[in-house]
């Protein structure tokens, strides 16, 4: 199990796959890509969370008032990268709004020396960790592309094609 596995995931693969399986046989009466989302439906009484977000990780793996990277999705090419202040955690796509470049010069190394702001290692762009907003630089005026985000049992949950 990794620290991204909700608990009870195990009975919702299998009741899923067991719907599916069932569904499949009756799929005479629709397209089998039809029977398949409905099954996934009636199985787990709502939409998959499997199927539309991705986990990060725990929250506590990033400090307090620091900030840390993620690779991105699978088939992506930009990955993520989140702020903490206390229980706000801020996630935005790791890429710079002036010409698209990593923000990062090192892992995990997003923020300016007091850890006030996000930097941009390339131009010296500076946005605020609260709304990705550029406070300095090139693109001063512009914003980081934030990402949706949710907190569950101390674990960070996107949007599934985030970064895409």
Known sequence: MTA???????ATQNSI??????SIADATRGSIADATRGSIADATGRESPAQSERCLGPVEEIPDGGSRGYAPPPGGFT????????????VYVNSCPH????L???????????GELIVCAAHGARFRPEDGHCVSGP???DALEAVATRIEAGMIWVPEKAGL
Do not use: K, S, W, Y
């Open 4 to 10: 991204c596995d909700r608990p009870g995931a195990d």
């Open 17 to 22: 796959a067991d719907a599916t399986q069932n």
């Open 104 to 114: 990062e010069i090192q892992p995990h190394r997003f923020l300016d020396r007091a």
């Open 79 to 90: 990955g993520l990268f989140a702020v903490r202040r206390g229980e706000a955690v801020f």
């Open 99 to 102: 010409v698209g470049l990593p």
């Open 139 to 141: 693109c001063m005026g």
